[in-house]
């Protein structure tokens, strides 16, 4: 597998931990490969298909949870399969197209817009299969192709002295610099495994935590 980034050739340069929660709720640790590339010098993580860039459980619950009907016994929280279903809600149109994009790029029969099924789900299901594992195999090939998109937060390490706050005032609210003091924030994601793309995450330097590169194993 080439890198996503640049399509140069990426080469291991060690392993680490990986979390993640099996759809049944139980918890298990992975040892996931990082690779950096030999041309750009990004770092990735080479994840297995059972995992989705940036969220630690198994595809097989995510998929569970957003498929229609959905599953009637998923081991995570209520509050956890909402925020699933309003992230599959915003990501499903952008996957369709990706993936419908992707199969022309190859050549791949593709339906025509008119024949295509309302449903972002189903689009999804015609490219890739509505079999057990779709998620995983709609996942796969965005992130190789550099197509990820992720949202993780930002944080300040540190307050700056640009910094401003607002003040009540006998004229209304307003804004007022803050001078620069000690150390602030911290780690916005303890995850810290970015998907191919960031996906975006070509804009990462090589210290940096690096791509979530889906694969089934082989680079």
Known sequence: MPCPCC??????????????????GEKIQLIIRRLRCGRCRRIHHELPDILVPYKRHEALGIE????????????????????????????????????????????????????????????????????????????RPMANANLWVQTRSACLSRASSATFKLIPHERGERLERLEESGGVGGRADADGVAPAGGRSGCGQGAGDPGQALPTNGAV
């Open 64 to 139: 569970a949870a957003v498929s229609e009907p959905p599953a009637d016994h998923v081991g995570a929280e209520e509050s956890t399969l909402r925020r699933w279903r309003h992230w599959f809600a915003g990501w499903a149109p952008y996957a369709a197209g990706c993936l419908n994009a992707l199969a022309h790029r190859f050549g791949f029969p593709v339906e025509s817009s008119s024949t295509c099924p309302q449903s972002a789900l189903r689009r999804i299901g015609r490219l890739v299969g509505e079999a057990s594992g779709w998620l995983a195999r709609a996942v």
């Open 7 to 24: 399509e140069g050739a990426l080469g291991v340069i060690g392993s680490r931990r990986r979390g993640c929660v099996r759809a049944s």
